[in-house]
Nanobody, 111 residues
Framework: VQLVESGGGLVQPGGSLRLSCAAF????????MSWYRQAPGKERESVAG????????NYADSVKGRFTISRDNAKNTVYLHMSSLKPEDTAVYYC?????WGQGTQVTVSS
């Protein structure tokens, strides 16, 4: 199993980014997926989750209305669309399936 995140970077407050997580080694279309994040000095926290078919999603209160999780089962990829970004969104963002984690991608929100 391998999860490979991409799309992080430096963005100004109020800006947008789209993170991607490409999955390998399991039947992606049959499994729910999640995004987590870990800010410096803080514990890793759940950000969003999506069902296998993509018809059900859930979000942390801190990102509701600003972030959207989606997936493309034909591409074995899950996305996190982030908008209206705030400095407090600065963190390493991780993709997760069961006990497997990606390597993370850094998102920095700063002017």
């Amino acid at each position: 199993v391998q999860l490979v995140e991409s799309g992080g970077g430096l963005v100004q407050p109020g800006g947008s980014l789209r993170l991607s997580c490409a999955a390998f080694g399991f039947t992606f279309s049959r499994n729910a997926m999640s995004w987590y994040r870990q800010a410096p000095g803080k514990e890793r926290e759940s950000v969003a989750g999506i069902s296998s078919a993509g018809d059900r999603t859930n979000y942390a209160d801190s990102v509701k209305g600003r972030f959207t999780i989606s997936r493309d089962n034909a591409k074995n990829t899950v996305y996190l669309h982030m908008s209206s970004l705030k400095p407090e969104d600065t963190a390493v963002y991780y993709c997760r399936w069961n006990q497997y984690w990606g390597q993370g991608t850094q998102v920095t929100v700063s002017s």
